[in-house]
């Protein structure tokens, strides 16, 4: 099936964005069945029990001028960490978009992030009168995630740094800046700090969470938008 979008994102008041987390990084001396880049071969411990430390990878794709973003948590992928990540990557290029009046975000229909998630919701709510910017959330339904653009960034990652040896999270760190996509070095950034589960809002805090999301009328849960109380 060919996916259509239909996202303004030629619009000079909109940035598009492709949003999404991969699979826990094991830091240590594994075998990531890759292709070593040098003469001799790489050893390896072929099970991955005891890793030094574990990486988050999250990403963030500017669709439009192929700059890659990559950050690594070192805790656990839910909702505070996805929301720290879309903060962190603002402050840092937001001075970019000052021209910027909306914000569409790609993503998958992941439990931590979809439009049910009060956490989420509530941290998007906050962002988006912090920021004065208008968000419009646009899911990929289930087994479609694949067309979400930053899914193929995922894979030259994995292509780039398979055949090392990831033994300290500076080196996962200087191999991520060493990769390009379409020709652009990624932006590699750092999120320390510790996620814990299951935290959530009660209905009755959620309630005026939930009355700034303008759910579509034909998509419900899988496209909404969060206006600014300014606007």
């Known amino acids: 099936m060919k996916v259509v979008h239909t996202f303004a994102s030629t619009q000079q008041s909109t940035l598009r964005i492709s949003f999404d987390t991969k699979a826990k990084v094991k830091i240590g001396p594994f075998s990531r069945l890759g292709y070593a ?73 992941a439990p931590e992030i979809n439009s049910s998630r009060t956490q989420f919701m509530n ?34 990652l994995e292509q780039h740094w398979n055949g090392t040896l990831l033994t300290s999270i500076d080196v996962a760190i200087r191999w991520a800046r060493s990769m390009t996509w379409r020709g652009v070095s990624p932006l590699v950034d750092l999120l320390e700090g510790t996620y814990e589960r299951g935290f959530k809002l009660t209905k009755q805090e959620f309630q005026p969470i939930a009355e700034r999301l303008k759910r579509s009328e034909r998509l419900g849960k899988w496209h909404l938008c969060i206006n600014p109380l300014s606007g």
């Not at 402050?91 to 914000?103: P, V």
């Open 123 to 156: 941290r998007l709510v906050q962002f988006v009168d912090r920021t004065g910017l208008k968000i419009e959330l646009a899911y990929y339904p289930p087994y479609h995630s694949k067309y979400n653009p930053i899914e193929r960034c995922w894979g030259i």
């Open 37 to 109: 880049r040098s003469p001799e071969p790489v050893k390896a411990i072929d099970h991955d029990m005891g890793q030094e430390a574990i990486l988050v990878p999250a990403g963030i794709l500017e669709v439009d001028c192929d700059q890659l973003n990559v950050i690594f948590g070192t805790s656990r992928d839910n909702a505070d960490f996805v929301a720290d990540c879309i903060e962190h990557w603002w402050s840092r290029r937001g001075q970019l978009y000052g021209h910027i009046e909306k914000l569409v975000i790609n993503l998958d229909n």
